[in-house]
């Protein structure tokens, strides 16, 4: 039976209500950073204005492990600052939390954000000396396994081969030939060739490394498919992955529960987080 991918991957039509979702987002993270008076907000790792940082460092920072969180949007939509919730619930769990943003498509091609993401891991690094955890959702769950399969020796010489050695996904894409056929190609501009050297589900992920896919159980096929495709096919390699289903979220409801410093989600977040931070450097 053929997929509508078109249908699959059309997470706004799936979810009627996503512009009042957004509106939330913005409130929320508004306050967010209105509250965290000690964070640095707009630091930048290269030259265009979306190549930013906004960081948010917990209550012992110097003691702290480090987090990046990477935003979704289809690569191509939404803004870092609508995201800084997403470092509440990891904040008052002791983990500092560096928030990203990335030049968008049409502009730059997906293959360039991957670069501008692993730029931004560098930058932290060099800023800080500590191997870094990135989460992400959607897109951003994307890039965030594309940083844990990066082998960080073969783009710096001064950064630990695992400088990323653990990530955590909510509702990621991590096989993008099916959006070869869906009509926001336009300003992806993938075509399969394209579409498979910037799916991490392709990569030779190196050894040792770790990855959760989560997905909301509300979501579509194709959604749950790429998380659990992922965990599966990286298994079979040397990878640690685990898979879970969210109960009772959609596309964009699955990544509220990082603003709750009591959700599972957070509570996981943060303890992949630290055992980061205890690997020797």
Known sequence: MSVDYEAEYNNRARVPEHAEIFARWQREAAAYRASAHNAKLGLSYGPSMRRTIDLFPARHDDQAPLALFIHGGYWRSLEPSMFSQSAAGPNALGVTVAVAGYDLCPSVTIADIIEQLRAACLMLWRKRRQRIFVYGHSAGGHLAACMVATDWKAFASDAPA?????????????????????????????????????SPLHWSVPAGRSLDAVVGALESNEFLRQSRTVAEGWRRGATITRYEEIAGANHFTAVDPLADPDSPMTARVAALAQSTNRLPL
């Open 162 to 198: 695992d400088l990323v050695p653990a990530a955590y996904s909510v509702s990621g894409v991590f096989d993008l030939l099916p959006l070869v056929q869906v009509s926001m190609n336009q300003d992806l501009r993938l075509d399969e060739a394209d579409a498979r050297r910037v």
